[in-house]
Structures are given as structure tokens and as C-alpha cells.
């Protein structure tokens, strides 16, 4: 074993699902070099984590991913509704809805849309996109060991092929080491919540005879509820492969090895209502739904990310999408502090922000798994505050009430009960078509690598005091004015009223953060343009 320092990074990242996949992509195109270790050899093979919201969808846009990734998942594509059936012969059948957007209302929200993509489609994607950015990315590599000072994080990962050692030296780690995060119990981080929800087995299988059986139903998930044979039916290509999850009592001394070939090929046909299916077993994986958040995101220079920060049911697939959104605020921040823009007290609003979004929305998805009867769930929709707001709502309406924001209402729910996003600080940005130089684009489209400030063209005074208060602090930040004018950077399409859209005045303007969401706005008066927009960015970034 090597004692000296073998590698030196900014960034360590234990972990290569979903989450820390993210995190790295993330990191690449803020310009971060990092290193990311997985333990397993490869990327997941089990079709599970399937439903990428649009918040999601929105950062894999920005990330330069998001054609990539439905072009991975175009087979599913017709996919939309949720069907809920005692089996798929008989007549109780019902669509707990039929399309995720219907009427097309989301448009009016996000140049993006959700996007049914399986988790063995998505990580290669990711892996790929990454390492293309400039991602060092370790698959058999395992954290062994890591400590941490007042300058940073000394770890030990091991070779799971060669059995090499290598010291790694990180000025941070991101642990995106799943639920049973080890690096979560070693800080001794602990968690609140119900805890277990219901245990299940994933089972994938070819059957050729089940698509006429399906028929024309292209649903996302169908909820088999006989009582015999319960499960839910996931389509992998509407062809030939399938997953059905089906309930597993471990509490009542029921063992993975009880689920044979025989017993889940029997249980599915029972479930389906199709006596002589063909039901070849392929696979099989446990996984276990619960809610459980932890009391902390970090300590020091470690910080969770994912499933080490939170478990949520599966229900409306909110757990990979936290997690990947827990990745994308924590990489700026982590970002804008390396290079100096911003003080380290700055990542302390990572857990600000970000914990109290997971609490309000695992308590939404237990919430789901009631409504919808999930199959091995036996609790109510749960709490009160779980029930509020619907699932656009969750995706893509919560609200920072603190952190890297000023002016929030702070007695505001996380989760508001209906969609808004009008440029309320601490919410994420709204979304207008533009015209930039004769290309059309979504406001969103702006947001990435810097803050930016958006301001009528007719008040130019806002450009230059971001350009003087960038100077002065050293921050990149990007100035366009909107208008339809001659000398306006952006043209809002329909000739949109930008400033409405945004809450603010034609006088004001609006200090948007590079993950998307408002930082500050002002809603009028130039004349203090510089010293007023200098303040905020010196407070938001944490600057002494």
C-alpha cells in the first residue's frame, strides 16, 4: 500500500450510479477536474429508476445530454400513462391518468419534458457524455478509507482487479455511495423518517405472448391487484422484455431464495390473468423502498448526495431525480468555491437548500404509493403535508426558502399547492423563447456555467453595473437585456412581456444563479444599479 499521495483532485466522487454519474458530468462542464470511483465493474444492467422528470430533463439540457438520452430511450417513448387492473384480461381496469402532459399544458413551463428512460439506457449515456467532457471516471474501484482535515480529504481507493492501492487527495468528496452509504455512517450522520416501506423483488423476463396481451396500452407502470398475485408490470421494449415487481415479506421470514424461476413465472401469469403465458426468467434484484432522510448532508469537506442523502419510494420516481438535482446545486457551489468566486461558507447552503426539497418530497412519494395502491405497501397516502402539490408541481415548483437567496418568503411550504415559477427568488427561473442572434432559445438555455442578469433593454444601466460588479469581485457573470428594440440581446417570442413573466419591472432586474434558479431580483430603481447588484452577488456568494 502506497503511504505517499498518488493523486491529487479537486473533487472525489465515491460512487458511478446515476447520482454520481451527474455529479461528474456536472462538474466537467463547470471545468472542475474530479475523479469518480465505482466498486462495480460496470454500469447497471437491471432496467430499473425510469421516469426522468423535467426538472431533470432540463439539467441533462443544459448539460448537452438531453438529446442523447432520448435517443436512448426512444423504444419507451409512446410510453405515458398508468394503468391500474386486478389483471390485464379482465374488466377492472383503470387509468390513474393516461398521459403525463396532457393538453401539452407543460410547454408553458420548460422547453423540456419528462422522459422514460431505464437506468441500464441512462448510465451509459451518462458515462459516455462525461468522459467526453473530460470526466475520470474508475469503474472496480473502491473507497477503502478516507479522512478529512481543515484542508481537505485524504482517501484510499482500491484496485478491485489489480488489488492496487491509491492514495487520493480531495479538497472535497461528494458521497453518492447509495443508502447504505458508508461514508454517511462514518460521519455518523443519522436519519429521520417512517423508515421501511415495503420490500420487493424485481424480476425481468421474455415473454413473446404478452404483447398481444397488452394490446395498445402503452403504459409507463400497470398495477396488478389480485390479491393472489399482486405486482406491478414495467414494459422494457413493449416487445419481448419485461420487469414485474413483486411483493417480499423478509420481515416474515420470506427469503430471495423463496422467488424460483417456477414461483415468479407462475406468479406473473396469475398476475396477468393469462394462464399459459410464456414467462422466461431472466433476472432478479431486491430493493427496498423507505423514507429516510438525513439529519445533515455533510460534515467538513464530505457532503451526500442521492440515496445517501435520502430515500423516497419509488412511486412518481422522485428519488434518482432528487438525487441528480442534489448533484447539479452541489457542483456550482462546489465549482464558484474552488475557483475562488465564491467563500467556502457558500456550500454550506447546499444543505440549506436541498433538505428540506427532500423531506417535503419523500413525503409526497410515500404519499403516491397509497394513492396508487402500490403493490406491498400497506400504509396510508400519508401525511398531510405529503399530499400537497401534484407531480409537475414537486418536479419543478419547489422553492429555496434559504440558502443562495435573498428576499424569500421563509413561511412559504417548500412545495407550493400550484405551479407559479414567476421569478420568485428561491424558485427556479421561468421559462420564455427568445431569439439571440437570429437562434431561438429557452431562457433557460442561458444558465449554466456563470450567474446572469436579465434587464429591459431599456434601461441599459443594469448591463453596466454587471459588468463593473463582476470586475470588482472577480465573478463571471453574464448581462443580457430583453426587449424589441434594436440594441436588445434577446427578443422574447410573441413579443412576451419578460419583465411580467419575471415578476419585476420594466425598470428592474433579475439575478438568475448558473443551476437556474433566482437569486435576487429588483423591481426597479437604476439609479443604485452597481451598488445594489454588488451587494447581492457579495452575499450570495459568501464573499467577507
Not at 460521519?187 to 424480476?203: A, C, E, K, T
Not at 413473446?208 to 389480485?226: H, K, P
Not at 416474515?252 to 396477468?272: K, N, P, W, Y
Request: glycine share 12%; charged share 25%.
Amino acid at each position: 500500500m502506497n503511504e505517499k499521495t498518488d493523486l491529487r483532485v479537486p473533487v472525489l466522487i465515491v460512487g458511478g450510479s446515476l447520482v454520481g454519474l451527474s455529479a461528474s458530468l456536472f462538474l466537467s462542464r463547470l471545468g472542475v477536474r474530479h475523479l469518480l470511483v465505482e466498486k462495480h465493474a460496470h454500469t447497471s444492467t437491471h432496467p430499473r429508476g425510469r421516469g426522468n422528470n423535467v426538472r431533470t430533463m432540463e439539467l441533462f439540457r443544459a448539460a448537452g445530454a438531453e438529446q442523447l438520452i432520448r435517443d436512448a430511450a426512444s423504444v419507451l417513448e409512446d410510453n405515458h400513462g398508468i394503468l391500474q387492473a386486478g389483471s390485464l384480461t379482465g374488466d377492472d381496469q383503470e387509468w390513474l391518468f393516461k398521459e403525463i402532459d396532457p393538453g401539452g399544458g407543460l410547454a408553458r413551463f420548460s422547453p423540456s419534458g419528462w422522459c422514460l428512460c431505464s437506468q441500464n439506457d441512462l448510465e451509459p449515456v451518462l458515462v459516455t457524455h462525461a468522459r467526453d467532457q473530460g470526466s475520470e471516471l474508475r469503474f472496480s474501484s473502491e473507497l477503502l478509507t478516507f479522512e478529512q482535515d481543515a484542508d481537505g480529504v485524504t482517501a484510499v481507493v482500491k484496485d478491485r482487479e489489480t488489488g492496487e492501492h491509491t492514495t487520493v487527495r480531495a479538497d472535497y468528496l461528494v458521497a453518492a455511495d447509495g443508502p447504505r452509504s458508508p461514508i454517511r455512517e462514518q460521519l455518523r450522520i443519522g436519519q429521520s423518517g417512517p423508515g421501511d416501506l415495503f420490500h420487493n423483488v424485481s424480476i425481468t423476463f421474455r415473454s413473446r405472448q404478452l404483447a398481444s396481451v397488452v394490446g395498445d396500452r402503452r403504459f409507463i407502470v400497470c398495477y396488478l391487484t389480485n390479491p393472489e398475485a399482486d405486482g406491478a408490470l414495467l414494459p422494457v421494449d413493449n416487445e419481448e422484455q419485461w420487469v414485474f415487481h413483486a411483493p417480499w415479506q423478509p420481515d416474515r421470514g420470506e427469503t430471495l431464495e423463496d422467488f424460483s424461476d417456477e414461483r415468479c413465472a407462475e406468479h406473473i401469469r396469475r398476475a396477468v390473468g393469462a394462464p399459459g403465458l410464456d414467462v422466461e426468467i431472466t433476472g432478479k434484484a431486491p430493493w427496498h423502498a423507505a423514507e429516510r432522510v438525513a439529519e445533515r448532508y455533510g460534515v467538513g469537506r464530505v457532503f451526500l448526495a442521492g440515496d445517501s442523502a435520502h430515500e423516497m419510494s419509488p412511486t412518481g420516481a422522485f428519488g434518482s431525480n432528487t438525487g441528480i438535482q442534489d448533484a447539479h446545486n452541489l457542483a456550482w457551489k462546489l465549482a464558484a468555491v474552488i475557483s475562488g468566486e465564491a467563500g467556502p461558507g457558500l456550500l454550506g447552503t447546499y444543505e440549506a437548500e436541498r433538505l428540506p426539497v427532500a423531506k417535503a418530497t419523500s413525503a409526497r412519494a410515500s404519499a403516491r404509493s397509497g394513492e396508487h395502491s402500490h403493490p406491498g405497501y400497506a400504509g396510508s397516502p400519508g401525511p398531510t403535508g405529503g399530499r400537497k402539490g401534484g407531480m409537475l408541481t414537486v418536479a419543478l415548483g419547489y422553492r429555496y426558502l434559504q440558502g443562495a437567496v435573498l428576499g424569500t418568503d421563509t413561511d412559504l411550504p417548500v412545495v407550493p399547492e400550484g405551479m407559479g415559477l414567476t421569478g420568485e427568488p428561491g424558485t427556479r427561473a421561468p421559462h420564455l423563447w427568445v431569439d439571440r442572434g437570429g437562434v431561438r432559445l429557452s431562457t433557460l438555455d442561458l444558465y449554466e456555467r456563470s450567474f446572469v442578469l436579465l434587464s429591459d433593454a431599456g434601461h441599459p444601466e443594469w448591463r453596466a453595473a454587471a459588468v463593473r460588479a463582476a470586475e470588482r469581485l472577480k465573478v463571471r457573470l453574464d448581462a443580457f437585456t430583453i426587449g424589441s428594440g434594436q440594441g436588445a440581446d434577446l427578443r422574447p417570442a410573441n413579443d412576451a412581456d419578460w419583465s411580467a413573466a419575471h415578476g419585476t419591472s420594466p425598470e428592474g432586474a433579475v439575478l438568475v444563479r448558473p443551476d437556474g434558479f433566482v437569486a435576487w431580483r429588483s423591481e426597479g430603481g437604476v439609479a443604485d444599479a452597481e451598488a445594489t447588484l454588488y451587494e447581492a452577488l457579495t452575499t450570495l456568494l459568501h464573499r467577507d
